[in-house]
Each structure stands twice: as C-alpha cells, then as structure tokens.
C-alpha cells in the first residue's frame, strides 16, 4: 500500500513539472514571436524587442540544465545564467535565427553596454542570452 501511495505521488509531481515547464516554454514563444505582447519597462525606452529580452530572462530557471544543439550538447548555458556571466555567453553568441540576434542585440545596449554595465545588469542579460540560445536550439 506504501509502495502504491509513493509510485502515485511522483506520477503526480512528474505530471505537475511537465505542465509546469510546458507553460514556461509557451510562454518564452508568446514573447519571443511576438515582441509587442511583452510588458513594457521604462528602461527599455518604448524598444519592443527590448522589453521581450526583459519578459524573456524572467523565464531563465525554464531552461534545462542541458539541451541539445546543433553543435551538441549545451550544458553550460543555463549555470552561466545563474553565475550572471553576460560576458561569457555575449562572448561566444552564435544564433542561428535572426529574431534571437535581434532580440539580443536590442538588449545588449541596455543591459550589457559593452561590458561597462552593473553586475545586476550583466546578470539579466546573460538570463535573456540563456533563454534565446534555448529557443534559438528548438527552432
């Protein structure tokens, strides 16, 4: 009966994080193909891709520890997002969709600016890049 209870439980919890993750991917695509639905932050200054790059890094702890790109296996990405290592991945950018190095690109001059921004600053950017690389390998 105990055995029984426990093999429903994590059923249940496996079932509860797949639905979980799917929302947050879904979510990560209703602003990454469309720029215009993110919400606006002031710092942006009215940039519609900018504020996607923003709602986007929001979404980070969605990306697997490990994906599988083009060029193989990916697990870096997602612990250079949570080190705040802007650098690091702005460094070795390589998307293979233009929306991602828009997007990108948009943000980098707010968050990033060639290296000379705040350490909160690099941290969202190198969270956006990690979202971007995630979607940009899906695509």
């Known amino acids: 009966m105990k055995n029984k209870l426990l093999k429903i439980a994590m059923g249940i919890s496996c079932a509860a994080m797949f639905s979980v993750s799917h929302a947050d991917v879904a979510t990560m695509n209703k602003y990454y193909n469309n720029p215009k639905l993110a919400p606006k932050i002031k710092r942006c200054n009215s940039n519609q891709d900018c504020n996607a790059?923003?709602?986007?890094?929001?979404?980070?702890?969605?990306?697997?520890?490990?994906?599988?790109?083009?060029?193989?296996?990916?697990?870096?990405?997602?612990?250079?997002a949570k080190d705040g290592d802007g650098y690091g991945l702005w460094k070795g950018a390589s998307f293979n969709n233009d929306r991602s190095s828009t997007l990108a690109s948009s943000a980098e001059e707010v968050f990033?600016?060639?290296?000379?921004?705040?350490?909160?600053?690099?941290?969202?950017?190198?969270?956006?890049?990690?979202?971007?690389?995630?979607?940009?390998?899906?695509?």
Not at 69 to 74: I, N, Q, S, V
Not at 113 to 139: H, M, N, P
């Open 53 to 80: 790059f923003y709602a986007l890094s929001k979404q980070w702890k969605s990306v697997p520890n490990c994906f599988k790109t083009a060029y193989g296996p990916d697990c870096e990405t997602k612990k250079q």
């Open 112 to 139: 990033y600016k060639g290296g000379s921004a705040s350490k909160t600053d690099e941290r969202i950017f190198a969270e956006g890049l990690a979202v971007l690389y995630y979607l940009d390998s899906k695509k």
